[in-house]
């Protein structure tokens, strides 16, 4: 029998979730009257008796209790970028929370002095709470044979930090995750492609979780300050989505996003979808 690695998304939601601090917008006041959440973008890899997580949420305890894992037996954290809802778990690890010992952090050598720099996160490596491994971008890191990790250099305001995208590759199939970016111009220009789709089947991308923060352009007042791609223009970029195409499922939207209440199947998506929380992939 061949062992599967699976991917199972912990949550959807730009870094703020929903409801959005300090926002009374419909979204957020009829999430909150339900006693709904939308949590921060996460996604968990399990590959035999190790549990992978890429990037880790305040919310990770909601996020392992709805997923039916226990966050105490995260064995790797793999850190995308320093921005708030990317990070903002990492203190659950250390001996006010869980005081596990041994979890292996992967991160950048950016973000690796930013830990070095922040006394909280270098006392986590002093105590022995994370063990450092330092990816290299670009450089494929084998796990062990037919499971590996990617670090793809995408550019995103890197006020704290650079910023990766993961590809992480089972023993069939290849998933794409890529939840901040600032736009597709750029991260072609860097992935020295031209088109979405070519970049895409260049590195053999089955599934793909892609940046869909904001639907439009001036969805929010100061959104030339946060730069994404819209959903729309990804669309736009994409075309209509074919029989057999790429599995690609928008993650990461703000609380403004209106595609976050559409149906599946609604005609404005093209046949591309919004991940859910709890999708589930087999690699
Ligand atoms: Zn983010
Ligand atoms: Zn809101
Ligand atoms: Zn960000």
Redesign the pocket.
């Known amino acids: 029998m061949v062992l599967r690695t699976s991917v199972t998304v912990l949550g959807v939601a ?2 703020g979730g929903i409801p959005h601090p300090g926002c009374h917008c419909e979204t957020c006041e009829s999430q909150f009257q339900n006693g709904n959440r939308t949590l921060p ?1 996460s996604i968990c890899v399990r590959h035999k008796n190790e549990i992978h997580i890429i990037d880790v949420s305040r919310d990770l305890d909601t996020q392992a209790r709805r997923q039916n894992f226990n966050p105490r037996e995260i064995t790797d954290i793999w850190l995308t970028h320093a ?1 708030l ?2 990070v903002d778990g990492l203190g659950l690890f250390g001996r006010e929370v869980m005081a596990l010992k041994g979890v292996r952090l992967h991160a950048s050598e950016s973000m690796m002095s930013l830990f070095d720099e922040t006394p909280r996160w270098a006392a986590m490596i002093e105590q022995g709470v994370f063990v450092k491994h330092q990816f290299e971008s670009n450089k494929k890191q084998n796990l062990s044979p037919n499971f590996s990790f990617t670090p793809i250099s995408v550019p995103h305001r890197n006020e704290f930090s650079d910023n990766h995208a993961f590809v992480v590759r089972g023993h069939d199939k290849s998933l794409l995750h890529l ?2 970016h600032d736009d597709w111009d750029k991260t072609l220009k860097q992935v020295g492609e031209d088109n979405i789709r070519d970049w895409l089947t260049k590195i053999d991308i089955d599934i793909a979780l892609i940046d869909g923060t904001f639907w439009e352009s001036n969805e929010i007042a100061r959104q030339d300050n946060v730069p994404h791609p819209t959903i729309t223009e990804s669309i736009a970029r994409l075309g209509e989505r074919k029989e057999d195409d790429i599995d690609i499922r928008f993650i ?1 939207l703000n609380h403004t996003n209106p595609a976050l209440s559409w149906d599946k199947k609604d005609p404005r998506l093209h046949g591309w979808s919004i991940a859910n929380e709890g999708d589930k992939f087999s690699l």
């Open positions: 730009q870094d973008t921005h809802g990317h939840p901040d990461h």
